[in-house]
Structures are given as C-alpha cells and as structure tokens.
C-alpha cells in the first residue's frame, strides 16, 4: 500500500508532465518545418536567416536537416542526456515516412524530449526539423513529489497510511483539475487556466502548466495573426505576377517593348513582396520578443548616419532636411533598431511631402527622456485615419501607398521597436499643415 501510495502520484505527475511537453514542444517544432517550407531555397544560409528569427527558448538542440541527413541549421544550448540514436532514428521517420515524431521520457531525474517534423515541398519531402530538450526543473519537482510522499511514509508508519490515502485523494483531485484543463487545452481552448492552491508541488506543477498554456496561446495568435496578415498581403502581388506572367506566355508575337514592360512589372511585384516578407519577418520578431543585447546609443549620431543615407531620395523629391541635434541624447537601446526608426519616419516626411517642401529631425533632452521629433510640411494624414496609423497593413490612401512601394508596416515596427526599448510613439497634425511624428525613450543615466 505504501509503494502504490508513493508511486501513484509520481506517474500521474509525470504522464501530466509528458501531455505538457508534447501540448508545448509538438507544435513549437511543427511552426518550425512551417517556416523553413515557406523558403524558397533551403540552403544552411536561408534556413539559418529563418530559425534565428524564431525563438528557442528552453530547447537544448534544434536541428534542420535535409534529405540526406546532412545537417543545415544546429543550435546547441544544452545537450544534457542527448542521445545521437534517437534524433537519427525520428529524422529517418520523418523523411522515409512524413511522419510527426514526438517522445518523451523521464529518467535521471529530468525529462528528455524529442521532437521531429518532415519539411514538405512541392510535395516531396526534402528534410526534417527535430529538437531535443532537456528539463531538469520539472524533473525536480517529479522527484521533489516521490521524496516528500517517502519521508512522510516512513516517518509517520502506521498513521501515514490514512494520512497518505487522504493526501492521494486530495492530490488525485487536483491533478485532476490539472488533467481537465489539459484536455480544454488539447481541444483548442488556450485561454483555460487551472487553479490550484497552496505552495507545493503539485501548485508548482499547475502554475508550470499555466505558464505552459500562456506561451501556446501567444504562439497561436501570432500564428493566426501572421497568416491572415501575410495572405492578404501577398495575394495582389501575387495576381498581379500571375497575369502578367500568363499574358506574356498566351500572346503570340508580343512585341519587345510589351514583353520589357511586363517583364518591369514583374519585377516590380517581385520587390514588393520582397519587401513585405522583410517587414513581416521583423514583425514576426518583435512578437516573439527575441532578446538582443542593449547599448548606450547617441541618438545624434544615429540620426546623421539615417540623414545621410536618405540625403538622394530628399535631393530626387526636392524637399530640404533641416537637423536640430542637440547634445546629451543617449538612451539604451540597439543602433540598427535606433535606425530603423528614424529611418522609417523620416523617409516617410520626405515620401508624402511636396516639391520645395522640408522636414525637420529634432534631437533632444528633456528632463529625464530622450525626444526625437519629425517635422514635414506633407501632405498630412486626415483626423480620421490618424487613430489607425500604427495597426498593421492600415494604409491612409491604399493606391496611392502602394504607388510609394509602402506595405502599412513601417509604422507598425517603429510603434513595436520603441515600446520594447521603453518609449512610445506619437502623431499629430501641424496647425500649418503636415505631420509631426514624436518618439520619446528614457534617457540614459551613466
């Protein structure tokens, strides 16, 4: 009786345990082979760019092998209790078989995971994503649960045995708490969280849970958000290839100029797409909140280079760029995110001004912030649209946008890349007309 009691819970945690990691490792793993199928090379180069936009989080090894199994992309964080066998075993599933391969073990006092998903394109399978994770912590309070339940045992005898039938009939109704809420979250329903009270491990193990379900539901929305963005997105780019395409190949003796000038379009919607797949891939990593190292940044400096860089597009639009960069404007941050910024509103001003028109970069301290403020005598944005200008893919004149070559998410990253550097973005119109965009950081204090 004393072994059941001490065991029962321990399985029970542990099977909890596995249904956890296959609810958070599978579909991490699955989002994986989406991304490296979306490319349309799959070469260590390109599905390098790609997985290091994605999160890796508590994994301890992700691999991207093609057919051959010669591996293209590794990421080892902790390769703890690794076992070479096993990894080779799922990709060789995966590749000879197109099948989905999750297991997961506890033994040694930790959980090992893998995790494999074939890479499908045009049909064939030409590689396999697997990972492989390593958790000693969830492993610990497993152990933590069969050592407290032991202790109790032995020290209290005889008494114990009530004690643990009273202790297993509590436990079992919690975990089964816990096991409900797997199963609403299995069946789709990521915003269920399990409560249960107290301090132990098995607390522990409903808030590792929640903390579980929480990460799950934002991969889920980023990957509903991603999807319906993207394809409405790249749809008329799209078509619009598509028809040119069809023209050139179904008219008989088109002359050249034609042919150059649909040829021209083609291209046109090739950059395009280029451009919005960019903007879509920095997006994708804002949301993911990939961790970069943050750095004491002169914004003066910062916003020289931006200046500099755009002076041949002002000089082509005829409009003037006045400075004002005033000294004591440090902040934390990242240079090229810094830059990014600056970039996208004051190419912006220069875009949507006038011929004869300016635009003024403010660079500046006030108080205990950083403000940068730009200035432009444009053509302006209306009262009505200025509420949406920061959500993604909104366009105040959509032709005339698209004309400009813009996407509708330059706003939205200057929006998301200063609220995770601790600032905020602002827009208003100019009583003289045009537009005043003000970004504000918290100052640097050395």
Same mark, same amino acid.
């Given at each position: 009786?004393?072994?059941?009691?001490?065991?029962?819970?321990?399985?029970?945690?542990?099977?909890l345990?596995?249904?956890?990691?296959?609810?958070?490792?599978?579909?991490?793993?699955?989002?994986?082979?989406?991304?490296?199928?979306?490319?349309?090379?799959?070469?260590?180069?390109?599905?390098?760019?790609?997985?290091?936009?994605?999160?890796?989080?508590?994994?301890?090894?992700?691999?991207?092998?093609?057919a051959?199994m010669?591996?293209?992309?590794?990421?080892?964080?902790?390769?703890?209790?690794?076992?070479?066998?096993?990894?080779?075993?799922?990709?060789?599933?995966?590749?000879?078989?197109k099948?989905?391969?999750f297991?997961?073990?506890?033994?040694?006092?930790?959980?090992?995971?893998?995790?494999?998903?074939p890479i499908?394109?045009g049909?064939?399978?030409?590689?396999?994503?697997?990972?492989?994770?390593?958790?000693?912590?969830?492993?610990?309070i497993?152990?933590?649960?069969r050592?407290?339940?032991?202790t109790?045992?032995?020290?209290l005898?005889?008494?114990?045995?009530l004690?643990s039938?009273?202790?297993?009939?509590?436990?079992?109704?919690?975990?089964?708490?816990?096991?409900?809420?797997?199963?609403?979250?299995?069946?789709g329903?990521?915003?269920?969280?399990v409560?249960?009270?107290?301090?132990?491990?098995?607390?522990?193990?409903?808030?590792?849970?929640?903390?579980?379900?929480?990460?799950?539901?934002?991969?889920?929305e980023?990957r509903?958000?991603?999807?319906?963005?993207?394809?409405?997105?790249?749809?008329?780019p799209?078509?619009?290839?598509?028809?040119?395409?069809?023209?050139?190949?179904?008219?008989?003796?088109?002359?050249?100029?034609?042919?150059?000038?649909f040829?021209?379009?083609?291209?046109?919607?090739?950059?395009?797409?280029?451009?919005?797949?960019?903007?879509?891939?920095?997006?994708?990593?804002?949301?993911?909140?990939?961790?970069?190292?943050?750095?004491?940044?002169?914004c003066?400096?910062?916003?020289?280079?931006?200046?500099?860089?755009?002076?041949?597009?002002?000089?082509?639009?005829?409009?003037?760029?006045?400075?004002?960069?005033n000294?004591?404007?440090?902040?934390?941050?990242?240079?090229?995110?810094?830059?990014?910024?600056?970039?996208? &509103?004051?190419?912006?001003?220069?875009?949507?001004? #006038?011929? $004869? =028109?300016? *635009? !003024?970069?403010?660079v500046?301290? @006030?108080?205990e912030?950083?403000?940068?403020?730009?200035?432009?005598?444009?053509?302006?944005?209306?009262?009505?649209?200025?509420?949406?200008?920061?959500?993604?893919?909104?366009?105040?004149?959509?032709?005339?946008?698209?004309?400009?070559?813009?996407?509708g998410?330059? &706003?939205?990253i200057?929006?998301?890349?200063?609220? #995770?550097? $601790? =600032?905020? *973005? !602002?827009?208003?119109?100019?009583? @003289?007309?045009?537009?005043?965009?003000?970004?504000?950081?918290?100052?640097?204090?050395?």
């Amino acid at each position: 009786m004393i072994v059941v009691l001490n065991t029962y819970p321990v399985i029970i945690s542990r099977d909890l345990v596995f249904v956890s990691k296959e609810n958070a490792i599978w579909p991490s793993t699955v989002q994986m082979g989406a991304s490296v199928e979306a490319l349309e090379r799959i070469t260590p180069e390109t599905v390098g760019q790609v997985m290091g936009m994605i999160e890796t989080g508590s994994l301890s090894r992700v691999s991207v092998m093609n057919a051959n199994m010669d591996e293209l992309y590794s990421v080892r964080n902790d390769v703890t209790g690794y076992d070479e066998r096993v990894l080779f075993s799922l990709v060789r599933a995966a590749i000879a078989e197109k099948k989905d391969e999750f297991r997961s073990s506890f033994s040694d006092g930790a959980f090992k995971t893998y995790s494999s998903v074939p890479i499908i394109s045009g049909g064939q399978v030409v590689g396999a994503v697997c990972v492989y994770e390593y958790d000693a912590a969830e492993g610990a309070i497993v152990l933590g649960i069969r050592n407290d339940m032991f202790t109790v045992s032995i020290a209290l005898g005889i008494a114990a045995i009530l004690v643990s039938v009273i202790l297993s009939r509590t436990m079992t109704y919690r975990l089964k708490r816990i096991l409900d809420g797997i199963k609403n979250v299995r069946e789709g329903e990521y915003t269920y969280r399990v409560a249960v009270s107290g301090h132990d491990e098995l607390a522990q193990l409903a808030d590792e849970f929640n903390s579980l379900t929480d990460r799950l539901q934002k991969t889920e929305e980023i990957r509903r958000r991603f999807v319906a963005d993207a394809s409405h997105e790249l749809k008329t780019p799209l078509a619009a290839i598509r028809l040119l395409s069809d023209s050139i190949l179904e008219t008989d003796n088109m002359d050249k100029e034609t042919v150059k000038e649909f040829v021209g379009g083609i291209r046109e919607e090739s950059e395009r797409l280029g451009r919005t797949t960019q903007q879509l891939l920095a997006l994708t990593k804002l949301d993911n909140a990939v961790n970069t190292a943050r750095v004491e940044v002169d914004c003066c400096e910062v916003a020289g280079r931006v200046l500099g860089t755009l002076k041949p597009i002002a000089e082509r639009a005829q409009v003037r760029v006045e400075p004002v960069l005033n000294g004591g404007a440090r902040i934390m941050a990242t240079a090229d995110e810094l830059f990014q910024i600056l970039y996208n &509103l004051v190419e912006n001003a220069i875009k949507y001004n #006038r011929p $004869g =028109g300016s *635009v !003024t970069l403010t660079v500046g301290r @006030e108080a205990e912030n950083v403000k940068i403020v730009v200035e432009d005598t444009g053509i302006g944005i209306p009262d009505a649209d200025l509420p949406y200008i920061f959500d993604r893919f909104y366009r105040v004149e959509k032709s005339r946008d698209r004309d400009e070559g813009g996407t509708g998410l330059g &706003l939205s990253i200057v929006k998301s890349t200063a609220v #995770r550097h $601790g =600032g905020d *973005v !602002t827009a208003q119109r100019r009583p @003289e007309g045009g537009m005043r965009f003000t970004v504000t950081f918290p100052a640097y204090v050395g």
